[in-house]
């Protein structure tokens, strides 16, 4: 089968848009008279490129010269298929490049590991490497599975719970703990790492895995998708002010989105604390909450999005936004993405991965301004049973679950999974 070349070519010249360098923003692009179309080539579920093309229309400078509206796109399985954060850790345990924490005391990682998941970390990898010194993860298996387990099962190898006392609408300690992971290191060489891990995971072939410690059938691959690189070079060049919001660490999420041309100021993931020129374990403050209480999740999208794009400073950072700012376009496909998607005031696009309060929003549709499109590269099938969205499908800051509210605060009812 012929390898589509935006896959094969990894470059930003591949996908026709120059690169520009590190934190340097590329040179505008001029809108044509007619507006910017989107590739008729690319595959859209039904009319969604056509409901597109009708925003970009109405919103983009050919319509309303001289205006920028805001465009936001969270990054892993939005815009590319599979879990670049993911892809980079994995990177890094084969490589040997996770240091040993301050004092061999995983605690020390996360204000949230539990007392037994830090135990199992100190037991597994403490006469790995010195205080600050790199692990043997490319050789030590114990060691490594113990930093996968707690990473990607939330759970230690022997399934007791990693993590605990969080605010579930704020920060997953997962998500943030892979920034975490990346302390001791300089900027630009978790800068190297996430290139490095990224041209791994573009040139392994769709369906590759990989084995790290113990632990096989992990995903080696990683692709953009052909339709969102083009919406976002559209919008780009209908004058729309087109911006990443990640829950992977923020030097991940840079490097992938260069690619696309969007530089480094216009990307927002998860920001490490830096002292003497190195990334600590601490996470930045949004909202005035105090640092490592909140991420790029769920309320925190809201809250890095207001504070540090719309300006608006200390805890309103965590209310709605009037509409006269907010974002005119977001897109996203899991539960993180559920606030800032639907904060957008004009279209949100959602790639169905099955994310049930996501799903819940977007199918009820409450205001006509949802789209739905199956993953581009390997959609899932229709799910079985209908999204328990009256009763369990949102998740509370104690992480108990409730029914999922609309706008005017009325439950929403159970969806049928209709686009697959």
Same mark, same amino acid.
């Given at each position: 089968? *012929?390898?589509?070349?935006?896959?094969?070519?990894?470059?930003?010249?591949?996908?026709?848009?120059?690169?520009?360098?590190?934190?340097?923003?590329?040179?505008?692009? %001029?809108?044509?008279?007619?507006?910017?179309?989107?590739?008729?080539?690319?595959? /859209?579920?039904?009319?969604?490129?056509?409901? +597109?093309?009708?925003?970009?229309?109405?919103?983009?400078?050919?319509?309303?010269?001289?205006?920028?509206?805001?465009?936001?796109?969270?990054?892993?399985?939005?815009?590319?298929?599979?879990?670049?954060?993911?892809?980079?850790?994995?990177?890094?345990? *084969?490589?040997?490049?996770?240091?040993? $924490?301050? &004092?061999?005391?995983?605690? =020390? =990682?996360?204000?949230? @590991?539990?007392?037994?998941?830090?135990?199992?970390?100190?037991?597994?990898?403490?006469?790995?490497?010195?205080?600050?010194?790199?692990?043997?993860?490319?050789?030590?298996? &114990?060691?490594?599975?113990?930093?996968?387990?707690?990473?990607?099962?939330?759970?230690?190898?022997?399934?007791?719970?990693?993590?605990?006392?969080?605010?579930?609408?704020?920060?997953?300690?997962?998500?943030?703990?892979?920034?975490?992971?990346?302390?001791? /290191? =300089?900027? #630009?060489?978790? @800068?190297?790492?996430?290139?490095?891990? &990224?041209?791994?995971?573009?040139?392994?072939?769709?369906?590759?895995?990989?084995?790290?410690?113990? *632990?096989?059938?992990?995903?080696?691959?990683?692709?953009?998708?052909?339709?969102?690189?083009?919406?976002?070079?559209?919008?780009?060049?209908?004058?729309? #002010?087109?911006? !990443?919001?990640?829950?992977?660490?923020?030097?991940?999420?840079?490097?992938?989105?260069?690619? +696309?041309?969007?530089?480094?100021?216009?990307?927002?993931?998860?920001?490490? &604390?830096? %002292?003497?020129?190195?990334?600590?374990?601490? +996470?930045?403050?949004?909202?005035?909450?105090?640092?490592?209480? !909140?991420?790029?999740?769920?309320?925190?999208?809201?809250?890095?999005?207001?504070?540090?794009?719309?300006?608006?400073?200390?805890?309103?950072?965590?209310?709605?936004?009037?509409?006269?700012?907010?974002?005119?376009?977001?897109?996203?496909?899991?539960?993180? #993405? %559920?606030?800032?998607?639907?904060?957008? =005031?004009?279209?949100?696009?959602? !790639?169905?991965?099955?994310?049930?309060?996501?799903?819940?929003?977007?199918?009820?549709?409450?205001?006509?301004?949802?789209?739905?499109?199956?993953?581009?590269?390997?959609?899932? $099938?229709?799910?079985?049973?209908?999204?328990?969205?009256?009763?369990?499908?949102?998740?509370?800051?104690?992480?108990?679950?409730?029914?999922?509210?609309?706008?005017?605060?009325?439950?929403?009812?159970?969806?049928? #999974?209709?686009?697959?």
């Amino acid at each position: 089968m *012929r390898v589509p070349f935006w896959v094969v070519a990894v470059t930003a010249a591949a996908l026709a848009v120059p690169a520009p360098a590190p934190g340097v923003r590329a040179a505008p692009r %001029v809108a044509a008279a007619d507006c910017p179309a989107l590739d008729a080539g690319p595959a /859209w579920y039904g009319d969604n490129r056509a409901r +597109l093309q009708e925003f970009i229309d109405a919103h983009g400078t050919c319509t309303h010269p001289g205006g920028h509206p805001l465009a936001l796109f969270d990054w892993d399985n939005t815009m590319v298929r599979n879990d670049t954060g993911d892809a980079t850790v994995l990177w890094m345990l *084969r490589n040997g490049t996770v240091r040993q $924490p301050e &004092r061999k005391d995983w605690s =020390t =990682t996360s204000r949230y @590991l539990t007392p037994a998941a830090a135990d199992a970390l100190n037991s597994a990898c403490a006469d790995a490497a010195a205080a600050g010194e790199p692990l043997p993860t490319d050789s030590d298996s &114990r060691c490594a599975d113990e930093i996968l387990a707690v990473y990607l099962d939330s759970a230690t190898t022997r399934h007791e719970p990693a993590f605990g006392n969080y605010d579930h609408r704020r920060i997953e300690p997962s998500l943030a703990w892979a920034a975490q992971l990346l302390a001791g /290191w =300089t900027p #630009d060489e978790v @800068l190297d790492f996430a290139r490095r891990a &990224r041209a791994e995971s573009l040139a392994a072939p769709q369906g590759a895995t990989q084995t790290v410690g113990t *632990r096989q059938n992990l995903t080696a691959w990683v692709r953009y998708y052909e339709q969102m690189a083009d919406l976002t070079r559209t919008l780009e060049r209908a004058g729309f #002010d087109v911006r !990443v919001v990640s829950a992977s660490a923020e030097p991940v999420a840079r490097v992938w989105a260069e690619a +696309l041309g969007i530089p480094a100021a216009r990307v927002i993931g998860i920001r490490n &604390r830096v %002292v003497a020129g190195k990334l600590t374990p601490h +996470l930045a403050d949004c909202g005035g909450s105090g640092e490592d209480t !909140v991420i790029t999740y769920i309320e925190g999208k809201r809250c890095f999005i207001n504070q540090e794009i719309l300006g608006i400073p200390g805890g309103a950072a965590f209310e709605q936004a009037p509409a006269a700012v907010r974002q005119a376009f977001a897109a996203g496909d899991a539960t993180t #993405d %559920v606030t800032f998607v639907g904060d957008a =005031t004009g279209l949100r696009l959602v !790639v169905n991965r099955n994310a049930e309060e996501l799903m819940c929003r977007a199918y009820d549709d409450e205001d006509g301004r949802w789209l739905v499109n199956p993953r581009f590269i390997g959609p899932l $099938p229709a799910r079985a049973t209908r999204y328990p969205c009256s009763t369990t499908a949102f998740a509370r800051p104690d992480g108990s679950a409730g029914p999922v509210l609309d706008d005017r605060g009325a439950v929403v009812p159970d969806q049928a #999974d209709t686009v697959y």
